[in-house]
């Protein structure tokens, strides 16, 4: 059974605070990508990556960064935490082979910014 | 880049009635259009998928429809149950936009027993 696992359900942190979240998949997949899930606007992309230490913005990468030392995992830093990143976020990963364009994605991390 | 609209934003329909939710596009280039089924506490799941080469598709209760000229997609699931009961997402992938996918807005659908 194919997974993506995220550290944390839930996480409340404080303005200011260095936040990581992260994320493993046991699918052996290329792609991996970070978004967050706001009411009224959908999944927004953050950042992804195609491959170990490779990395790509996305529509939303002010205030964020990664890192993938391992192709398994796939890290999200919020650098200085503030009240506007309070939201769901959602870690996916999908193969560069022909069946390329499944994500999958694991169960999000809730994370509140006091 | 890609812009994708959905609608309704919410939903509700009788158990054993259809539900359509309706998606647009606006990258002609766009080729790979998925929809994600999200339930409560969970991540999203990919439920159903076409490609544009393709008109229609189908899998037992669900089925979605491209229309290519006019650049819209649709959604339709038939006898609904409690179950069905979750957010859906519409997507669309272009070769132009490297591995990006671009996300509706979502649809919350309510089926009422």
């Known amino acids: 059974d194919v997974k993506v696992t995220q550290s944390s359900r839930y996480l409340v942190k404080r303005t200011g605070e260095k936040v990581f979240l992260e994320c493993v998949q046991d699918m052996d997949h290329e792609n991996m990508f970070w978004y967050r899930q706001d009411p009224g606007l959908g999944l927004r992309l953050i950042y992804f990556?195609?491959?170990?230490?490779?990395?790509e913005k996305g529509d939303i990468p002010e205030g964020y960064s990664v890192s993938r030392e391992k192709k398994e995992r796939f890290s999200l830093i919020l650098e200085s935490a503030s009240t506007n990143q309070t939201s769901m976020y959602l870690c996916a990963s999908s193969s560069s082979g022909v069946s390329y364009n499944e994500q999958f994605f694991g169960p999000g991390t809730r994370l509140t910014v006091l | 880049g890609e812009n994708v609209e959905q609608h309704p934003s919410t939903l509700s329909v009788q158990e054993g009635d259809s539900a359509v939710i309706k998606c647009t596009y606006s990258d002609s280039a766009s080729n790979y259009f998925p929809w994600y089924k999200q339930e409560l506490g969970k991540g999203p799941q990919l439920i159903i998928d076409i490609r544009s080469n393709v008109g229609e598709k189908k899998d037992q209760r669900i089925a979605v429809t491209l229309n290519k000229t006019a650049k819209h997609f649709s959604l339709h699931i038939t006898e609904t149950q409690p179950e069905d009961s979750a957010v859906y997402f519409c997507a669309a992938y272009s070769s132009n936009t490297g591995n990006q996918f671009y996300f509706g807005t979502g649809t919350s659908l309510t089926v009422i027993p």
């Open positions: 990556s195609y491959d170990v230490k490779m990395k």
